[in-house]
């Protein structure tokens, strides 16, 4: 696992001297300067899972025969994807649309229904990515004509992120420390700290079902993954 650290944005919150002659005293006490800093933190991490959306368009005159066809096909790639190891829990639908093809015709014509397309598409959760590829090309040979996504994911991205946020701290304390330093002072306690969301884990979509049907087997390169982290901190400045 490679750590590295990205670019910190920092500020320094003086306090006594913001405050009104008024305020000041009405409140009969300064108040007290502070150092406001951001850290960031990154990990890079190995994705070690996947999910592939596998989807079957099927299209007929009605819509019983195009859902007809279509749930044959897709109980043969759900078939299939068991025989390849995929548990039950790691198998489910994400959608299921009947929709109407309609013809709009000229000269004020009413439109009319030419057929019915029919969509279904299961999300498999693959835990091994030397199975992608097989995966893949197993669902394509059973009927599948649509490969909307594929998302790579780590099962360590919990513990990537806090280590890029103790990254994050450390960052944003070390700049606290040498603010504090250059304005003559030391750094106090720790008033505040807070982190923002994490970054959802990259994700590549492939196209083109017929060019991934021909190649065997179909080419699978995971990368990495950056994990980010950010911090806000506010800390008392003590003054020599």
Known sequence: MRISTLRLVLFVVQGAAAVGGAQ?????????????????????????????????????????????????????????LRALGLGSEQLSTLNYNVAPEIQYSPNNQPPRVTGYTVTNTVRADVRRLDDVPRIIDAALAKGANEISSLEFYSSKADSARRAAMAIAVANARADAETLAKAAGGTLGALLELSTGSPIRPMQETFGGVAAMAAKAPTPIEPGQQAINASVNARWMFVAR
Do not use: H, Y
């Open 24 to 80: 000041a005293q009405t409140s009969g006490s300064a108040i007290p300067s502070q150092i406001v800093t951001s850290g960031s933190g990154e990990v890079r991490i190995a994705p070690d899972r996947a999910n592939i959306l596998v989807g079957v368009q099927s299209r007929a005159t009605t819509a019983a025969a195009a859902a007809a066809e279509n749930a044959r096909r897709q109980r043969a790639i759900l078939d299939t």
